[in-house]
């Protein structure tokens, strides 16, 4: 029985990979149904043959209740784009630089999701989704389903994978039409039908929606003996994994061109879509040679085709009040499908271009969208104008009703209403963002959610909030309250640098308020200083000065910056002590290796900081202090939805 069921395993791992990988059967679906339902059968009844590579689990696995989110061994990175020939130049230059003439690998850019595949012993472990290129989840039961991936492979290697997975445009158009049958709702195009499959709780649906993949790296090619992309290629090839088959190994940058232009027609013809084509530095040495930047290879780029263009109806024109009091308009447009997905809505930039294009409501306009960039509105196609009426500038603030300006040297169209409640709110959200104080848990809903409540009129508000105030709120949990408490409480310690970016002072951002802040110290210092004094600082200029100067003079900035005062927000740059409270109550674990502190000093820091340190990960953590090479008890965390610290981030909040 045990030989039967081998046997079966081994022969339908074999049919699998001739259908799904090489395209080329030799067998007739009927016959390999029935070998399944004969295997499915036998391991049913002899479930200790089972295993995580028998064909079987292609139909489906465990219902999950979660992905869990696991830290990638190497970051996953992105290309850096190129848009037309020149930009291809430029990268062919800086390739010759760096390593003299280079053969390039031309392959397709598919256009699906990113995935890594783990092998161990030659057997498919794990696979998780790109996530944030640090962490991602972990998909396998679902990736498991794709036949295209092999279970096993012939050599006992252990190593990472990494490709593409997507949705052919066959499976993809079956499945819609399957949808709306059934009156289910429709995917917009198929990269976002193969991100939904993958991320189903139950691998049973994801093994029904027909997805592939096409692997295109190894995670050290040197694991299989490769000295080029070409060789690593081809190794995957024989190890039986599915690679795109129209890659061209070519000696220049015009022939790179030639290929692009190749493909730029005859993409339409392929089964799935494609985005553009990728150029790689084909000798491994080479690639070495030129290494990284922080974000992709420098060894590398992605050659974008051009963004699709589509005619469609103006039906409206949406004006929003920022931070800034900047009213910006947005173009209401007819649905239109363009580059894969349905717009309606596309920006307008600002009402200077709407008055030199002369676009008016109910035109007819050519929007385009470049890959997953905003829509944006090109122009009006004046030919087919039924004498609308000219689009005036509005006049007076959609939101309070205030007139507007427009201020000389500016674009944009100003509300000036220091009150507009629109103003306030977008402040706030600024003020707790991440460029800003950096409270986490408090974002732009929670930050709507408590205005409407009436709870907050402007930043000082947030200090003074109590768990009374926030737990009556819906979608607010003792721990989402205790959280919450807890992140403004430690933001009171922040620098001064931070709070003056959050106070949303025009034209200083973080760099300018990091400069103010180590120059004076201190709020009071800054609300003291001439503008000839700003000056004097490297790269503020007057408009700059001029603006901190304005802002930091008015009486309510003065009162708002009394009213933070009192609830004990630092006024000073660094300098402010953490004290009993900072921490108070809160649970820290402390995981990895710490750059710059021991973790005897960390936990010291806490105790005096008022919070504790224990050993394991559970619900009752607050938070987890994760340091290089942090491992499950990380993972813990975020399988816990406990708040993660970077080293950095601790030392930071401590005010230190
Ligand atoms: S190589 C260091 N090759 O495009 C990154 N990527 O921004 C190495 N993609 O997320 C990527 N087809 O998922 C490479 N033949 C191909 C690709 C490809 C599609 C995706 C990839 C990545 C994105 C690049």
């Not at 974008?304 to 308009?329: H, Q, S, W």
Request: hydrophobic letters at 35%; charged letters at 30%.
């Amino acid at each position: 029985m045990e030989e039967r069921i081998k046997e079966l395993q081994e022969k339908l791992n074999r049919y699998n990979h001739e259908y799904h990988v090489l395209d080329n059967p030799s067998v007739p679906d009927s016959e390999y149904d029935k070998l399944l339902h004969e295997l499915i059968e036998l391991e049913a009844q002899h479930p200790e043959h089972k295993s995580n590579t028998s064909p079987t689990v292609r139909v489906g696995g465990e219902v999950q209740s979660k992905f869990e989110k696991t830290a990638h061994d190497t970051p996953m990175l992105s290309l850096s784009n190129a848009f037309g020939s020149a930009d291809l130049r430029s990268f062919d230059r800086r390739v010759r630089e760096m390593v003299g003439e280079a053969d390039y690998m031309c392959e397709l850019k598919i256009d699906g999701l990113a995935v890594s595949l783990k092998y161990e012993n030659g057997r498919f472990v794990q696979g998780t989704t790109r996530g944030d290129g640090t962490v991602g989840e972990d998909i396998t039961v679902n990736l498991r389903t794709i036949r295209a991936i092999p279970l096993t492979i012939d050599s006992p290697l252990s190593f990472e994978v990494r490709g593409e997975a997507y949705m052919p445009k066959a499976s993809f158009e079956r499945l819609n039409a399957e949808r709306e049958k059934n009156d289910e709702g429709l995917f917009q195009n198929p990269r976002n039908a193969a991100a939904g499959s993958l991320r189903q709780l139950d691998p049973k649906l994801a093994s029904q929606r027909y997805l592939s993949i096409f692997l295109y790296s190894v995670n050290d090619l040197r694991e299989l003996d490769a000295s080029a992309q070409s060789e690593a290629l081809d190794k995957l090839d024989q190890e039986g994994f599915k690679t795109n088959q129209e890659r061209r190994l070519v000696g220049s940058i015009d022939e790179v061109i030639e290929y692009i232009e190749y493909w730029a027609d005859r993409r339409k013809a392929l089964d799935y879509d494609i985005d553009g084509i990728v150029i790689k530095v084909n000798d491994i040495r080479k690639q070495d040679t030129m290494g990284f930047t922080a974000k992709s290879p420098r060894w590398a780029i992605a050659y974008k085709f051009p963004a699709e263009e589509v005619v469609t109806d103006l039906l409206d024109i949406e004006l929003t009040v920022g931070r800034t009091g900047v009213i910006t308009p947005t173009a209401i447009l007819s649905p239109v499908k363009v580059a894969g997905t349905t717009v309606s809505r596309a920006s307008l930039h600002n009402h200077e271009m709407i008055e030199e294009k002369d676009i008016r409501i109910n035109d007819r306009v050519v929007i385009r969208k470049a890959g997953d960039i905003i829509p944006e509105v090109l122009h009006p196609i004046l030919e087919e104008r039924k004498g609308q009426a000219v689009y005036e500038a509005p006049i007076t603030c959609p939101v309070c009703n205030h007139e507007t300006v427009k201020l000389e040297d500016e674009v944009a169209i100003r509300c000036i209403n220091p009150s507009c409640p629109a103003q306030l709110v977008e402040g706030m959200i600024y003020f707790v963002s991440r460029e800003a104080m950096n409270i986490d848990g408090l974002g732009e809903k929670v930050i709507r959610q408590l205005y409407d409540a009436g709870l907050i009129k402007d930043v000082s508000d947030i200090y003074g909030l109590t768990r009374d105030d926030l737990l009556p709120l819906e979608r607010m949990g003792e721990k989402k309250v205790r959280n919450l408490l807890a992140a403004i409480e430690a933001s009171k310690h922040n620098p001064l640098s931070r709070l003056l970016v959050g106070l949303g002072i025009r034209f200083i951002g973080s760099k300018a308020s990091g400069q103010i802040a180590q120059e004076f110290g201190s709020m009071e210092a800054v609300m003291k200083q001439p503008e000839a004094r700003f000056i004097e600082i490297p790269e503020i200029g007057e408009k700059i000065a001029r603006s901190i100067v304005t802002y930091t003079s008015h009486p309510d900035f003065k009162r708002l910056v009394e009213k933070l005062s009192d609830f004990g927000v630092n006024m000073t740059e660094g300098a402010s002590k953490p004290d009993s409270k900072t921490f108070g109550g809160m649970t820290f674990v402390l995981t990895g290796k710490l750059a710059r502190l021991t973790r005897d000093e960390a936990k010291q820091m806490i105790e005096n900081a008022g919070g504790n340190v224990t050993g394991s990960v559970s619900s009752n953590t607050d938070v987890v202090v994760a340091g290089e090479a942090a491992g499950s008890k990380l993972e813990k965390a975020q399988s816990l939805d406990v708040s993660v610290w970077s080293e950095d981030e601790f030392i930071e909040k401590l005010g230190q």
